[in-house]
């Protein structure tokens, strides 16, 4: 009859979902959903693990252990290399450069439109409590409480509005409840006003003066690098990674008690500057205080972990550990000193698009799914997160979002099918790249931000600058891209430009949205 399908056709439909079933997560719910939980480095360099770099002159004793249970992705990258931009791409699947480019300044404005999906509300919408906890950089909604008239006033060589602007009894709107968290506590951003902790959208303690870094503990490498601005009076910065893991910890405890499964969003403000280590790290490393930050970050790590073992939810908790984006500048005068070079084996840091701005350390953990001490060569993004959940809790995710996300499923289960063979590296908007397979293309004069360091080069073996408009690297040969193979190979360079355009163009990357063009 039609309209109706024959028993026999049935029982083959049945068969078939239940091994996709087995396979990939009971996309019907019915079996008990993982908690989730992303912990997020501030300015983390690939080369600072000795998990991924034997080399590395930090200890990082949690991580390694993490990597060792679970999978660790050797080419796994940020959309970015500074932070908002990042942050933005892994909470909506989405490219940064399809909205935007730099971070968020002082009391700016949020980045997310109310419209679009975020990775949390699609969760909530799979039944997960959702929480984010420690640095958030993705903007808030300050004019709904900055006083009519309120006008900055000078503090040293820049200008800032202090704490009598604001009503700081009201709720600041357009943060991370509006977006799909329901519990939110942190700082926003260590180095940006206001300097004090706001739980889920209120201040917890108010500013009433205004930021002054000679009240606080000697900077210990680099600068304070703090924008001025409103200051609560007992403000101590040092005092972030211990409260904001405290409060991870205590969050995961709690949900050992609640049938909901969670998400956790926990963003270090470490080891971005300043590099202000707690003074029992001093010393544990052999790469000065960012080394020790980098252990304390750790340190940070293990706690959190050992939470999910004490609450018994350690078996049903997927891990993510990464980073926003390659290491900062303060990187060439470590490795001077230290013989340490944070992005180890990349040419780049921080804001670049060499690999060193957004080639970044990507583990997981996934008990039950993934094959412990396992590794993954395979071109991987932050910006995939969001469809591979999608793909595992069964989850249709509307044309409109994710635009640029790959299920990485397959991967997760060790399988050698390649989900995604492009991804665009952009930090400025001037600046782009883009990886093909094997190759990388850097379509600007150079993948530098801030400049040559020609000492740092010729100690590293690279080439004096051969004045290409564009450079070519032979990725799976190259991978610090020290030989610019752009005049030798201009069918490629043609080949890779269109593939940029196209995917600038095209307005997504995923496959799902080209399948269904």
């Keep these: 009859m039609q309209g109706f399908i024959d028993f026999e056709m049935y029982k083959t439909i049945v068969v078939c979902l239940g091994f996709i079933f087995s396979m990939f997560g009971m996309a019907d719910g019915s079996s008990k959903k993982p908690n989730i939980l992303i912990l997020y480095a501030d300015d983390l360099g690939y080369g600072d693990l000795k998990i991924l770099n034997p080399e590395s002159k930090i200890p990082t004793p949690y991580l390694e252990k993490l990597a060792k249970e679970g999978m660790i992705f050797t080419d796994g990258h940020s959309s970015s290399g500074i932070c908002t931009p990042s942050r933005y791409a892994l909470l909506t699947g989405r490219h940064h450069w399809r909205k935007f ?29 959702t929480a984010a906890i420690g640095k958030w950089h993705l903007g808030w909604n300050w004019d709904a409480i900055k006083k009519p008239g309120a006008k900055p006033t000078k503090q040293g060589k820049r200008s800032a509005l202090g704490p009598d602007a604001f009503d700081w009894s009201k ?29 889920n959208d209120k201040v917890v303690d108010i500013p009433d003066t205004m930021m002054d870094t000679s009240k606080w503990k000697e900077i210990k490498e680099g600068g304070w690098e703090c924008r001025p601005g409103p200051m609560f009076s007992g403000w101590d910065p040092f005092e972030n990674i211990p409260t904001t893991t405290q409060k991870a910890v205590e969050y995961i405890k709690n949900q050992s008690q609640r049938d909901n499964p969670f998400f956790l969003y926990f963003a270090f403000p470490s080891p971005h500057a300043p590099i202000i280590p707690n003074d029992k790290f001093d010393g544990k490393s052999g790469a000065g205080p960012y080394g020790d930050f980098v252990y304390e970050t750790d340190d940070a790590c293990g706690r959190i972990l050992s939470a999910l073992e004490e609450s018994g939810q350690a078996e049903n908790t997927m891990v993510i550990f990464t980073a926003d984006n390659g290491p900062e500048k303060y990187a060439y005068r470590r490795d001077e000193t230290f013989d340490h070079w944070s992005a180890e ?56 979002t994710a635009e640029d996300s790959h299920d990485l499923l397959p991967l997760l289960h060790g399988r050698k099918e390649t989900p995604r063979t492009v991804h665009v590296h952009n930090t400025r908007a001037d600046a782009w790249a883009i990886r093909v397979g094997e190759w990388n293309l850097v379509t600007g004069k150079s993948g530098y931000h801030s400049g040559r360091v020609k000492t740092w080069e010729g100690k590293r073996n690279y080439p004096p600058d051969d ?3 564009v450079e070519l690297y032979h990725y799976a040969k190259d991978i610090g891209q020290r030989n610019n193979l752009a005049k030798k190979f201009p069918k490629k360079v043609a080949e890779l430009q269109k593939e940029l355009k196209i995917a600038r163009e095209r307005g997504f990357t995923a496959p ?5 063009q």
């Design 512 to 516: 799902r949205l080209i399948i269904s």
């Design 467 to 469: 004045d290409n408009a």
């Design 345 to 400: 084996p990349f040419r780049g840091l921080k804001r670049d698009i060499y690999e060193g701005g957004h080639h970044v350390p990507f583990i997981m953990k996934w008990p039950g799914l993934i094959k412990s001490g396992s590794t993954c060569k395979k071109l991987v993004s932050q910006i995939d997160i969001m469809a591979t959940l999608a793909s595992y809790l069964g989850y249709n995710l509307p044309h409109n």
């Design 101 to 129: 480019h730099g971070i968020v300044n002082s009391f700016g404005k949020s980045v997310f439109n109310p419209a679009r999906l975020t990775l949390p509300e699609m969760l909530k919408e799979c039944g997960y409590v």
């Design 171 to 199: 709720s600041i709107p357009d943060g991370p409840l509006a977006h799909g968290f329901d519990y939110y506590f942190g700082d926003t951003v260590i180095n940006f006003p206001p300097y004090c902790w706001i739980e």
